[in-house]
């Protein structure tokens, strides 16, 4: 079997027959003196024992675990296209149809509880680190599931924590300074439920956080719920 040879004084490399194994001898190209590397010198490489079932050829018959990155489908984009879609279309539809008081608050709840599946959804996908495993299966609806319930959750400090604070008759009489305020306090408050629920960076869980409230939000005034600075009504 040929042995490898690098000259130390050209550097270059050469093969030679086993048989000059520890002799010496001048180098083919600069002819310097060197001297060839016994048989005892050379490292040997063990490749690693392969215990796994073989087929009659002496293949492998396990399959490497492969990673599955895609998770969110076309299935998942229509679902969550239609679901906007419709929202605009009721909210028109709402806005057409109702009074000075905009439409009635049974249609505000139903319409930010069905928007907060397919927003939570299509936001993970965006948002979610692609250097980790995402979540699959049950485990992945399950999670959309809780997030999308206590987001929808959080209208409910925007509808009564401020008319409590301030004493209003109804949350459309806040300021839109504390309207504001009060936004920022929810983004805060999803984008912790976002970090728990789908252990994402806080800057994500915001991200995460701002799509749903954002869509809700402009569809609501787009509905004609008036959201905040009417006048205040006199308490009799």
């Given at each position: ?109 139903l319409g930010m509880v069905l928007l907060a599946p397919p927003l939570v959804r ?115």
């Amino acid at each position: 079997m040929p042995i490898q040879v690098t000259c130390p004084s050209c550097l270059k490399r050469f093969q030679v027959s086993d048989k000059f194994a520890g002799k010496e001898g001048p180098c083919p190209n600069c002819k310097k003196p060197l001297r060839v590397p016994d048989k005892s010198e050379e490292v040997v490489i063990h490749a690693p024992e392969d215990d796994s079932p073989k087929d009659s050829q002496g293949r492998s018959v396990l399959k490497p675990i492969s990673r599955k990155d895609e998770v969110f489908t076309r299935k998942h984009a229509l679902i969550t296209f239609g679901a906007v879609l419709g929202g605009v279309v009721a909210a028109v539809a709402l806005r057409l149809t109702s009074g000075d008081d905009g439409p009635p608050w049974w249609t505000q709840v139903l319409g930010m509880v069905l928007l907060a599946p397919p927003l939570v959804r299509v936001g993970y996908n965006f948002v979610r680190d692609a250097e980790l495993a995402p979540y699959v299966g049950p485990e992945l609806r399950n999670r959309v599931l809780l997030c999308s319930g206590l987001f929808a959750a959080l209208w409910l400090l925007y509808a009564f924590v401020p008319s409590y604070v301030g004493e209003l008759n109804r949350f459309a009489e806040m300021s839109v300074m504390a309207a504001g305020i009060m936004f920022f306090i929810m983004l805060g408050i999803g984008a912790a439920i976002s970090v728990m629920v789908f252990e994402l960076e806080f800057a994500n869980g915001m991200a995460h956080a701002g799509i749903y409230l954002i869509v809700v939000a402009a569809l609501a005034l787009l509905a004609g719920v008036p959201m905040a600075g009417i006048p205040t009504e006199p308490v009799f």
